[in-house]
Structures are given as structure tokens and as C-alpha cells.
């Protein structure tokens, strides 16, 4: 492609140049002068055309720091990139039904710089003669990079809606010795972080500290909301009922341990009695006979979320407030 457009131009040039000549002199040849002009013109329109419909990408890789820290974006694939690492997926955002990713291709970024996604950790699949399929790998990493994600960050809220994903080895991969699972979280959508996920407990106050470890339990298990909905699976969607029931309970007796400063105190009882009243339509939902009446005792758990009194202890105890809260997870 290069070659092309080097010579096109110079092939329209001395084509005219040619034409004014054999005008000037009457000599022949008019016909190969012509045929050049109109070939290389040819030539450039169809280049102007691709150039306006492909998609050509030189492809650079990054540059990191001393630090290990992304300095310069560039293009890698899945395998080279780690815990901490911000990128945007060439192929995007995997959907609902597809594979963990439709593409290996990402362009890695600085993490203050907007990307699609981060990555936050790795683990390795257990060793075994055949590759796994897609329902045995995500039995293992579904709930292993719903742990390592609220490790990684301690206040997931503060970003708004976010979407974890994984990313794995193929049979080919694996018949090459690949076993490694790349767990990555993104927004819902085409919307963009423009800072890192991460956020260690070390950088909080104490009221900040308790009052979002006192949430653990119930995030913790409300990441693990089964991927298929009550009326495909009701016997596991009533299963992660029965253990959200316990969750928020635990959540509760936490929260009642926890002194908060000032008006979060009362802001804090009165999320504590929400989500005292949510936990029967738990228990309701992990005995519903049917997905219409479970998806029923989901909207009254919902009804007791306690968003409003949420954001009151999270503005009280100065922590990032979205401007839409995650409801309570739901199928």
C-alpha cells in the first residue's frame, strides 16, 4: 500500500507532463500518456476510498515505566497484560451470550487516560488432559473473579455501574500450555472510565473503612447473581436467593457493630431497618414456585434497597456518591 501511494501520484505527474510534451512536439505515444494518467488516478481514488473505510492501524506496542505503569498506549493481545492494567478491547465489550471476549486485540492505555477496561487479576485454571469448556471455566471463574474484584477495589459503588469479565484460553491455547484467566471489569455500554478502579482501604479513614467493610458480605454475594434468568434456571436462581437472605443479614449485624460519625449514625439505622425489612422477600424469593413470583419478591427486595439513605451516609462520610446508584442485584 505504501508503494501504491508513492508511485500513483508520480505516475499522474509524468503522465500530464508527457501529455504536454506530445502536444507541444506531435510526437506519439498520446495513448500509453493517457492510459498512465487514467490508471494512477484509478489508483489514488480507490486508495482515498479505503482509507475512508478500513480500519488501518499501525500496530505499536506500549511502553511502560520504571514503575511497570503504562507511559505510552500501543497494541498488545490479552496474554501480555496484568493486574492493574487499563485497556479498550479492539473487538469490544463481549455480549451477553458471546464468549468471555470475541478478540485477543487490545490497545493497553495509562489508566488516566479513557479506556473501556481494566484488569485486576489473574489466576491459573487447575491443570487437567483436555481443555474446559465454556461451562467448566465459568464455574471457576465467576466466583474467583467476583472475590478478586471486591479485593481489588474496596468501594465498588464509587465508579457507578460496572460489569466484570474474564478472559481465557482456547483449546489451542491451552494445547499450548496456556492456563492463565484474566479477570477485567468495564461499564455497561459504550461509557468510559477515565481512572483506575482500584482503591486500597489503606486509603480511607476509619468511619470509611468500617462502614464499606460492613457492605462485604452483601456485595460479595450479589456479584454472583447467576447469569441465567429465574425463568431458564428457577433452582439456581432461588439458590442465590437463599444466600443473599443470609448476606444481607450478615450485612446487618455489621452494620449494627459500626459507629459512624454525626448524622451518618442515624442515616445508618435507617438503612440498617431497609434492609432488615428486604430480607423475608429474600427468603420468600428462595421458596418462589415459579420465575413470575420470584421476580416479584425481587421488586419488594428492591423496594427496601435503601439507596436514599445510602447516599446520605456516603455524602456524610465524604465518599464518591454516583450519580445513579446500582439498584439491589437482581436477575
Known amino acids: 500500500m505504501t508503494s501504491l501511494l508513492c508511485l500513483a501520484p508520480l505516475g499522474v505527474v509524468f503522465g500530464i507532463v508527457a501529455l504536454v510534451q506530445i502536444s507541444r512536439r506531435a510526437q506519439r505515444g498520446k495513448g500509453l500518456a493517457v492510459a498512465g494518467v487514467a490508471v494512477s488516478g484509478a489508483v489514488l481514488l480507490l486508495l482515498g476510498i479505503a482509507a475512508a473505510v478500513v480500519d488501518v492501524r499501525v500496530w505499536a506496542p506500549p511502553a511502560r515505566g520504571a514503575d511497570g505503569e503504562v507511559v505510552k498506549p500501543g497494541w498488545t493481545t490479552f496474554h501480555s497484560i496484568g493486574s492493574g492494567d487499563c485497556f479498550t478491547p479492539r473487538s469490544g465489550l463481549p455480549g451477553r451470550d458471546g464468549p468471555p471476549t470475541p478478540g485477543t486485540d487490545v490497545r493497553l492505555l495509562p489508566c488516566d487516560a479513557p479506556h473501556r477496561a481494566e484488569a485486576y487479576a489473574t489466576f491459573r485454571l487447575p491443570e487437567q488432559d483436555r481443555a474446559p469448556g465454556r461451562d467448566e471455566v465459568v464455574a471457576i471463574a465467576r466466583p474467583q473473579c467476583a472475590k478478586f474484584f471486591l479485593d481489588y477495589t474496596a468501594d465498588p459503588i464509587a465508579f457507578g455501574p460496572l460489569q466484570t469479565y474474564f478472559f481465557h484460553p482456547d483449546e489451542r491455547g491451552w494445547a499450548a500450555g496456556q492456563r492463565r484467566v484474566l479477570c477485567w471489569v468495564a461499564r455497561p455500554g459504550n461509557a468510559l472510565l477515565d481512572s483506575s478502579v482500584r482503591l486500597d482501604a489503606a486509603g480511607l479513614d476509619a468511619a470509611q473503612a468500617d462502614y464499606l467493610m460492613a457492605l462485604k458480605p452483601l456485595n460479595s454475594e450479589g456479584v454472583l447473581r447467576p447469569a441465567k434468568s429465574p425463568r431458564d434456571d428457577l433452582a439456581d436462581a432461588r439458590a442465590?436467593?437463599?444466600?443473599?437472605?443470609?448476606?444481607?443479614?450478615?450485612?446487618?449485624?455489621?452494620?449494627?457493630?459500626?459507629?459512624?460519625?454525626?448524622?451518618?449514625?442515624?442515616?445508618?439505622?435507617?438503612?440498617?431497618?431497609?434492609?432488615?425489612?428486604?430480607?423475608?422477600?429474600?427468603?420468600?424469593?428462595?421458596?418462589?414456585?415459579?420465575?413470575?413470583?420470584?421476580?416479584?419478591?425481587?421488586?419488594?427486595?428492591?423496594?427496601?434497597?435503601?439507596?436514599?439513605?445510602?447516599?446520605?451516609?456516603?455524602?456524610?462520610?465524604?465518599?464518591?456518591?454516583?450519580?445513579?446508584?446500582?439498584?439491589?442485584?437482581?436477575?
Open 240 to 331: 442465590w436467593a437463599a444466600r443473599m437472605a443470609e448476606a444481607q443479614a450478615e450485612t446487618v449485624r455489621h452494620l449494627e457493630g459500626v459507629e459512624l460519625p454525626g448524622g451518618a449514625e442515624q442515616a445508618k439505622a435507617r438503612l440498617v431497618a431497609e434492609l432488615k425489612a428486604g430480607v423475608p422477600f429474600w427468603l420468600q424469593a428462595a421458596k418462589a414456585p415459579d420465575a413470575t413470583s420470584f421476580l416479584g419478591h425481587l421488586r419488594s427486595v428492591d423496594n427496601h434497597s435503601g439507596n436514599a439513605h445510602t447516599r446520605r451516609i456516603r455524602a456524610l462520610l465524604d465518599l464518591p456518591t454516583p450519580t445513579a446508584l446500582p439498584p439491589q442485584p437482581s436477575t
